[in-house]
């Protein structure tokens, strides 16, 4: 069964940069058909798609990020990374990577989640 | 492109239907069969109920299904039980540079 477990500081300074890591366990993430996801979830709000990497290294990012995004990964760690350059409090959210089937928009498989805050 | 619209709330009664609604545009989900719904409950991560428009993922209830028309896709719970009173979202495929959208959430009440 594949877990997916996110990992990163839980506070970070505006004007700094988001750093998180999904670790992939039961399963590799250089096979093809899937696309690893990174969501996040304001407070008390909806979802938000922050972008994903296809087993390949092609990646797609939201276009309200791309300027301050990139996501990577690690094959031979099974894991892939976020970073978000210059964040500010709109940042703050809960973060999670998921993994999408077949790139048919379907999400079938998260990370628990971690809150990341941005103040000084 | 903006997020999908969702009711904020819904409620219903033990065995009632409810019906959520998903408005999007020509560009997303009246373009393209590529819905998903997400079932969250508090302090839990979503899980998948329904993808490509009105397909369950195997262990998930007949009890929820699917459906579009036009640029609006929808989430039917039957029998409405206690358990499910959470949050759901929407999610649909946009193409072109936006991709994916979500909606912005409804919160499902049993009353």
């Known amino acids: 069964q594949v877990q997916l477990q996110e990992s990163g500081p839980g506070l970070v300074k505006p004007s700094q940069t988001l750093s998180l890591t999904c670790t992939v366990s039961?399963?590799?993430?250089?096979?093809?058909?899937?696309?690893w996801s990174w969501i996040r979830q304001h407070p008390g709000r909806g979802l938000e798609w922050i972008g994903f990497?296809?087993?390949?290294?092609?990646?797609y990012y939201n276009p309200s990020l791309k300027s301050r995004l990139t996501i990577s990964m690690d094959t031979s760690k099974t894991q892939f990374s976020l970073r978000l350059n210059s964040v500010t409090a709109a940042d703050t959210a809960v973060y999670y990577c998921a993994r999408d089937r077949d790139g048919n928009n379907a999400f079938d498989m998260w990370g628990q989640g971690t809150m990341v805050t941005v103040s000084a | 492109q903006s997020a999908l619209t969702q009711p904020a709330s819904v409620s219903g009664s033990p065995g009632q239907s409810i019906t959520i609604s998903c408005s999007g545009t020509?560009?997303?989900?009246?373009?393209?069969?590529?819905v998903s719904w997400y079932q969250q409950h508090p302090g839990k991560a979503p899980k998948l109920i329904i993808y490509?428009?009105?397909e369950r993922p195997s262990g998930v209830s007949n009890r929820f299904s699917g459906s579009k028309s036009g640029n609006t896709a929808s989430l039917t719970i039957s029998g409405l039980q206690a358990e499910d009173e959470a949050d759901y979202h929407c999610c649909a495929y946009a193409g072109g540079t936006t991709y994916v959208l979500f909606g912005g959430g409804t919160k499902v009440t049993v009353l």
């Open positions: 490509e428009g009105s």
């Open positions: 020509r560009s997303d989900v009246g373009s393209y069969n590529l």
């Open positions: 039961g399963g590799s993430i250089s096979s093809g058909g899937y696309y």
């Open positions: 990497i296809y087993y390949s290294g092609s990646t």
